[in-house]
Structures are given as structure tokens and as C-alpha cells.
């Protein structure tokens, strides 16, 4: 009998040759950039440093196309972005000690939004692993230490030959649902010593499904189509999963109301008769969604934000799908279904029985009439205008990446991002600076689409070094930065809280005099001529800036 594990490609007589007579000048860094290669990448980020020239080097000696950017946490956002448009895992190519620990913020993101990024750094010489203080420029004493927290596995290389094994595996980690980033180091000396290893050709890292269970989905099934009041709350994971039709389906298949979290922005259509949209930090949606005796939770652990900061207090039974096991009942008690949101919406879809509810519609427009009256009372038009000339300006189809900032928290919840996995924002850390260098990376990922990214001039401070980034390749990137002087939504923090802001207020340049000296155009525009400049910004190829000066205001929250 023979087995499945006993049949053993066996190497053409090309493929022999090759092996045999590898090609001269070779080193540990060509393995990288081949098993890269090999997996199916085709384009890395990243830094260099001393460490790391290595794999630098070896990029020369590849087809790789190379995105180099300031700082190794832009760098990192950057990529973070490239895998959220792509779905691939974006390689991240770093150098030891302080190179490695700029991208740890940027990490931390990707890994709370489930963004699979690849992160390659260098480390000291092999001799010096181990804990000994040797005194190698950028030693620490445990690097990967400083990582394993934040990403979802590490890897760690001391010998040439376990470099492919080592980053296949990083691979099959960063692309195995939940997405995610993954660090892999590898010593100096071991990048730069020649190899006469062969040529690493294609490599199997595909990642494993994680489906679900089938009594729980017949349970979940059976619960969905009795329930009398059921509703959806679609997260991030049905837009990394590609679950937007799946979802759209099961709604309308069980007459369910659906509402989008900060994180799954553009998982369900915005103007469907049964879309909540995505007002989540609203006392009305929380009140129906409380009301549901059956709530079905999709890809989200129903965290701080999607659940009006920890005020929402459900009545009825939870079913949650959610790929992060650690996620699975963190907040609330439910009927926990650990899998991918794609491969568990299609289980309930063919199990399911249909269910008709021809009020739902009629209760869903009464929740956001609410919605609309209570910000009415608010005097807030000059932010809905923004918001409006935002959504005017921008294609249905180019993406857009908000920095932390108070247009980016309206647009959480005002926004209609119209297409899935066009909206994304640094909600899931929460760091500044995201804005920019994501928008950079998707630009990179497909160029055939303007990209707009958005941030406040405190956030976009941490990003002015991108602007020759986007100059030196041409990436098609419009930036909107909306100057209030200050870290706005944190003025408006320490106001209501203490009275007045402390460390709130910034000295800041001429944003469009500085744009300029980049080689970047730049305008400055005004509430009512936004809509009319950025359109002309984001159809014009090539990056480009336009300021707002404005100060936003938040509406008020109704958790406190």
C-alpha cells in the first residue's frame, strides 16, 4: 500500500544540475529574498542597517521590488497596509536592536487588526545569542523577547539551512486565520556568509482552514431562524475573511438587522434596508442591539469600541464567530464558534432555514431617525459637512486610511465606505502617526487606484519624512490633513474631564510650504471648497497634500 506521505517529488534532471552547480557570489541573504521569492512575494518593505545588509544586498540579485521608507514604524504600517489590500503576507525587512523595536507600535496594529505582516530582522552574530553581554552594536539581551508579546510567533534562525524552513513557517503563521504579524531573526554573520546551498525554489506554506464545528453552526442555525428579534454585528473578520457577500446573504436570508463595527467598516451596504450602518457609539444602537434575543457576533470580540466602551449589557443569547480563540467569550458569555468568518457564514448559509420579517426594516430606519435627531440638537454641521465632502471627493472603489484623529472618529461611525476593505484605520492599537505610511503601502499594492490617507497635524508630524517616500517612487497617495493646532481629540478629552488641556497644543509648520519643498503639491482648501480640491488632489497621479485647517469637535458620548 502506499501512502499519501510516501510519494517524494523527485527533481528533474535541470532541477539536479541546478542544485549541483549553484550560481557563484551567493550568500545567507540570498536564501531570504529566494524563499521569499519561492512563497510568492513580490514586494518587501523594510530599512536597511548594519546588520542587515545581507538581505540588502541580495534584493539587488532578485526580482523583488523594494519599498524602502523612513522609519521602521512607517515601514511597518506600510506593510500592514500592503497585507490588508492584498491578503498576502507582506514581507518586512529590519535591522537589529533600535531598527527592530521602531516597528513595534506598528506591529501591535497589525496584530489588532489581524493584518499578516512578515517581519525579517537581523540580530548580533550567532555567537553572541544566548544571554551574554558580548557588547555587539545593537545587542539586547533577548530580542525576541521584545516581540513575542506583540506578534503571533517568532522564529528564530541560527544556521543557514533553517532560513526557508524558518520564514515558511512565519509565512503559513502570518496567513493562518487570524491574520497576523510574525517576526524571524537571523544573526549578522549568518546573512553575509557565502553559501553553497542551492537556489531555493517554490515552497508550500499554505495555511490551514479553520473551519467550524458542524453541531455548533446546527445550533447557531436552529437559534437563528427562531429567533423573534435577531441581529448581526459584522467585525473585522468578515473583511479579512472575504465574507461581505456571505454576510449580505445570511441577512437577507433571515430577515437580520446588521451592523458594522469600527473594524469592519464596508462589510455590509451602508444604504441596505437592513444596515444599522456602523453607529456604534450610540446609546439608540446599543439599546437594539440589546434588545435582540438572538445576536449573531462575526469576527469581532465585541471590544471597548464596538461595544459603546463596555456599556452594551445584551439580554439575549449570543452566537459569536471569531478566528482568535482568545477572543471567544472574552466579553460576554456565548455560544463560541471558533473558525474563520467565510467558512462559518457559509455553514450557517447552507443549514440555515429562512426566516421573514417584514418589520425589521421599518425598526432599523426608527433607530437611525434617532440617531439623526439626537446629533441635529448638537450643532455639528461643519463635521457632517467634512465628513460629506470626504465621501464626495473619493472614489467608490480607492482606499482610505485615517490616522487617529477627530475626523477619523467620525468617520468610524459617519462614513460610508461603500466597498468592503476600503476603509481602514489604526483603531486597533490606536497609535498615531498610521495614516500616511498605510495609504503608502497600498499605493504600492495597487497602483491602478488613488489612495487618500487622512490625519491630524499632530499625527501627521510623526509621518513628514514619508512625503520623500511617496516623491522617490511616485506612489499615487492624497494626504488630507486637518490642522486644528493640537492633538484635537485629546484637547477635547482633558477639556470635559479636567477643565482645560494640558501638552494638547503644537507649534507646527506651513504643511503646504513644506509638501513643496518635497516636490509634493499641496493645497490649502476650506470647508467649502474641500470637496472640489481633493477631487482634483486624488485624480491627479502622483502623491499630493491638501490642509484643512479646522476645528472638529466630537459628538456627544452617550456611555458616560
Do not use: C
Not at 91 to 114: I, R, Y
Not at 119 to 145: C, K, M, N, T, V
Not at 297 to 302: A, E, I, P, T
Amino acid at each position: 500500500m502506499t501512502h499519501d506521505h510516501d510519494l517524494v517529488l523527485r527533481p528533474t534532471a535541470a532541477q539536479t544540475e541546478a542544485a549541483l552547480n549553484p550560481p557563484a557570489g551567493r550568500t545567507g541573504g540570498d536564501l531570504v529574498v529566494e524563499t521569499l521569492s519561492g512563497l510568492g512575494a513580490t514586494t518587501v518593505f523594510g530599512l536597511p542597517g548594519q546588520h542587515a545588509l545581507g538581505m540588502f544586498d541580495a534584493l539587488r540579485r532578485s526580482d523583488l521590488r523594494y519599498v524602502g521608507l523612513r522609519v521602521e514604524n512607517n515601514a511597518g504600517f506600510a506593510a500592514d497596509a500592503y497585507g490588508r489590500i492584498t491578503g498576502e503576507a507582506a514581507p518586512l525587512l529590519l535591522s537589529t536592536g533600535p531598527g527592530a523595536l521602531m516597528s513595534l507600535a506598528a506591529l501591535q496594529e497589525a496584530a489588532a487588526a489581524s493584518a499578516p505582516v512578515l517581519a525579517i530582522g537581523s540580530q548580533i552574530p550567532a555567537a553572541g545569542l544566548g544571554g551574554g553581554r558580548h557588547g555587539y552594536l545593537h545587542e539586547l539581551r533577548d530580542q525576541q523577547a521584545s516581540f513575542r508579546d506583540v506578534v503571533k510567533s517568532v522564529h528564530t534562525v541560527r544556521t543557514q539551512s533553517q532560513i526557508p524552513s524558518a520564514i515558511a513557517a512565519a509565512w503559513k503563521s502570518a496567513l493562518t486565520a487570524p491574520h497576523g504579524p510574525v517576526w524571524v531573526e537571523i544573526p549578522q554573520d549568518v546573512l553575509l556568509a557565502p553559501t553553497q546551498l542551492p537556489v531555493v525554489t517554490a515552497m508550500d506554506a499554505t495555511p490551514e482552514e479553520l473551519a467550524p464545528r458542524p453541531e455548533l453552526t446546527a445550533l447557531a442555525a436552529h437559534l437563528l431562524a427562531r429567533a423573534e428579534r435577531p441581529a448581526i454585528i459584522a467585525g473585522g473578520g468578515v473583511v479579512r475573511s472575504d465574507a461581505s457577500g456571505k454576510l449580505l446573504a445570511l441577512a437577507e436570508r433571515i430577515d437580520a438587522p446588521v451592523v458594522t463595527t469600527f473594524g469592519g467598516k464596508g462589510a455590509f451596504p451602508w444604504e441596505h434596508p437592513l444596515s444599522l450602518q456602523s453607529w456604534l457609539e450610540d446609546r439608540h444602537t446599543t439599546d437594539f442591539l440589546e434588545d435582540a434575543d438572538v445576536l449573531l457576533v462575526v469576527g469581532s470580540g465585541l471590544g471597548e469600541l464596538s461595544s459603546n466602551y463596555h456599556t452594551f449589557a445584551p439580554r439575549g443569547r449570543i452566537i459569536q464567530i471569531e478566528a482568535d480563540a482568545g477572543k471567544l467569550e472574552s466579553n460576554h458569555p456565548a455560544l463560541g464558534i471558533h473558525a474563520d468568518a467565510r467558512l462559518a457564514l457559509q455553514a450557517l448559509l447552507e443549514t440555515v432555514d429562512v426566516r421573514q420579517d417584514a418589520g425589521a426594516p421599518d425598526r432599523v430606519r426608527a433607530v437611525l431617525a434617532k440617531v439623526r435627531d439626537r446629533l441635529a440638537a448638537q450643532d455639528l454641521d461643519l463635521e457632517q459637512r467634512v465628513v460629506a465632502a470626504v465621501r464626495e471627493a473619493l472614489p467608490d472603489a480607492a482606499p482610505s486610511f485615517w490616522d487617529m484623529t477627530i475626523l477619523a472618529y467620525w468617520a468610524w461611525s459617519a462614513f460610508d465606505a461603500r466597498r468592503p476593505n476600503t476603509m481602514h484605520s489604526a483603531q486597533g492599537a490606536g497609535g498615531l502617526g498610521y495614516g500616511f505610511p498605510a495609504a503608502l503601502g497600498a499605493a504600492a499594492a495597487d497602483p491602478t487606484r488613488p489612495v487618500l490617507a487622512v490625519s491630524g497635524d499632530g499625527g501627521a508630524m510623526y509621518s513628514i519624512a514619508e512625503l520623500a517616500t511617496a516623491r522617490q517612487y511616485g506612489l499615487d497617495v492624497t494626504w488630507l490633513i486637518v490642522d486644528d493646532g493640537g492633538y484635537g481629540i485629546l484637547r477635547e478629552y482633558m477639556t470635559d474631564a479636567f477643565g482645560e488641556a494640558t501638552g494638547t497644543e503644537l507649534a507646527r509648520p506651513d504643511f503646504v510650504a513644506l509638501a513643496e519643498s518635497f516636490g509634493v503639491p499641496a493645497t490649502l482648501t476650506s470647508p467649502d471648497t474641500l470637496a472640489k480640491d481633493l477631487s482634483a488632489a486624488l485624480a491627479t497621479p502622483g502623491p499630493s497634500v491638501v490642509v484643512l485647517p479646522a476645528l472638529l469637535k466630537m459628538f456627544e458620548p452617550t456611555h458616560l
